[in-house]
């Protein structure tokens, strides 16, 4: 009971077993180039569907994992996995989601001195036809919100735009330029992820007081689909509790393996660095640098030299892979591979753990909120702004496989171009035949290795 004698809502009846999420969470692991934002449709994707979650559900869970702190499409995982099914689903999900690239990560690490810098060319080279797919991914997905049932919602594509400019404008200057091969003229200002999000919730905010002022109501888009089936507080606490025992686990077993006050002092800083990282894993490259290369843990070689490189070219959320790297190097420095293996693990389970705990603790009070005019008015509002948002991740990944492109020889403008171009192949290749997305990814992503590598 709450405080007011009025009976908590019954939580929702599970609408798919923990292994089947587990298994869609580690589909977007191994296929999710570009991290971050760029995975929203991908996990849109494999989430949104009958018997599955509403339209609302995921935007409240992707509104969730924009304003936390840690790895997104970790916290999407553990929040979707609590709405669906419940505590082993959240947890089963979050790992499932992280596990593939931050594995890759620290194997090719360690096989770093035998493999040399050519394994991560290869993975660079096969991620441009991938991105070209998870690009297809993000123009369907904002096609879907600004133009459903083919009918475009003006409204949106307003809010879309506004947001774009926001965050992207700079980017799309900084992509033009390099298609032209000159310099670039102007350097704008761009908002974060987050800062774009914080914006917009501000403005709603606004607009909400105004509504109440008037006596009004909450104005749903067209787009929302599906009322939220509230999840139950006892649950997602749970699942928060269960997220938090996670995190306690990488703790014991590192300290059980080297047991030294360093250790956890060293791990303390991976908890703090992942609880203060806000913006994705673009921003954690530079936190994970204040904590652990400017204090001389971990060597700047290492780190901008096989860290950071491996962690871009594997698909999955970048801080995990960071971190899991960080403490992989550190952990082998100061005694062995297999130090160095535990420590991953252990920076693995608290990087995942710490980050889904805080996003449980969010869902649980956003969930008890769900009826509030802001929260309504965040559910319509904001499907638009991500869009905007990925409109800017859209040309974040052309940049990227511009430069992966130059770097192998191939001018920027013809990696745009034909990433641009395979993109578009998706949706003819639906109408013609039923050919599954796995099939497509495969094969754009040997093409794009092939090429590459004959050049």
């Not at 390099?178 to 704008?188: F, I, K, N, T, Y």
């Not at 960071?322 to 991953?344: D, Q, R």
Request: aromatic fraction near 6%.
């Amino acid at each position: 009971m709450n405080g007011d004698d009025t009976p908590e809502p019954e939580p929702n009846p599970r609408r798919r077993t923990p292994l089947a999420h587990m298994l869609s969470m580690a589909k977007v692991g191994v296929i999710g180039f570009g991290g971050g934002s760029a995975l929203i449709p991908v996990m849109e994707r494999e989430l949104v569907h009958p018997k599955k979650l509403t339209t609302r559900e995921f935007t409240q869970s992707t509104v969730i994992a924009n304003v936390t702190p840690g790895a997104l499409p970790v916290k999407i995982a553990t929040v979707s996995g609590t709405q669906l099914s419940g505590t082993a689903a959240a947890t089963g999900g979050a790992i499932a989601v992280a596990l593939p690239g931050a594995l890759a990560t620290v194997a090719l690490l360690a096989l770093f001195s035998a493999l040399g810098p050519g394994a991560i060319s290869v993975v660079e080279f096969a991620s441009l036809g991938i991105s070209a797919f998870i690009l297809y991914l993000l123009g369907h997905y904002t096609l879907k919100v600004l133009a459903p049932a083919g009918r475009v919602q003006w409204t949106g594509v307003v809010i879309a735009v506004i947001a774009f400019l926001l965050s992207g404008a700079g980017r799309a200057v900084t992509l033009i330029a390099d298609a032209a091969g000159g310099e670039q003229p102007v350097s704008l200002p761009e908002l974060s992820a987050l800062g774009l999000v914080l914006v917009s919730l501000a403005g709603i905010a606004i607009v909400s007081v105004w509504q109440l002022l008037r006596g009004g109501r909450a104005v749903v888009a067209d787009v929302q689909e599906g009322e939220p089936v509230p999840v139950g507080t006892r649950r997602t606490l749970r699942a928060a509790l269960a997220m938090s025992i996670l995190t306690a686990v990488g703790f014991v077993a590192a300290f059980v393996v080297v047991p030294a006050p360093s250790t956890l002092s060293f791990l303390g800083l991976i908890l703090v660095s992942t609880v203060s990282s806000f913006g994705g894993g673009e921003a954690y490259v530079g936190v994970a640098d204040g904590f652990f290369v400017a204090t001389g843990l971990v060597d700047s070689t290492l780190f901008y030299g096989q860290i950071v490189p491996v962690a871009n070219a594997l698909p999955g959320p970048i801080l995990v892979k960071i971190a899991a790297g960080v403490a992989y190097g550190v952990g082998a420095a100061t005694g062995s591979v297999l130090t160095g293996v535990v420590f991953a693990i252990a920076a693995f389970f608290i990087t995942v753990g710490s980050c889904s705990a805080i996003a449980l603790l969010v869902l649980a009070g956003y969930d008890r909120a769900r009826n509030s005019l802001f929260v309504r008015n965040t559910s319509a509002y904001i499907l638009p702004v991500i869009c905007g948002l990925l409109a800017a991740t859209a040309l974040s990944l052309l940049q990227a496989s511009a430069g992966i492109a130059e770097g192998a020889g191939v001018p920027a403008i013809a990696a745009i171009l034909g990433s641009v171009a395979l993109a578009l192949v998706v949706p003819l290749v639906h109408k013609l035949a039923r050919v599954p997305d796995i099939v497509l990814i495969v094969a754009f992503g040997a093409l794009s290795l092939t090429v590459l590598s004959l050049v």
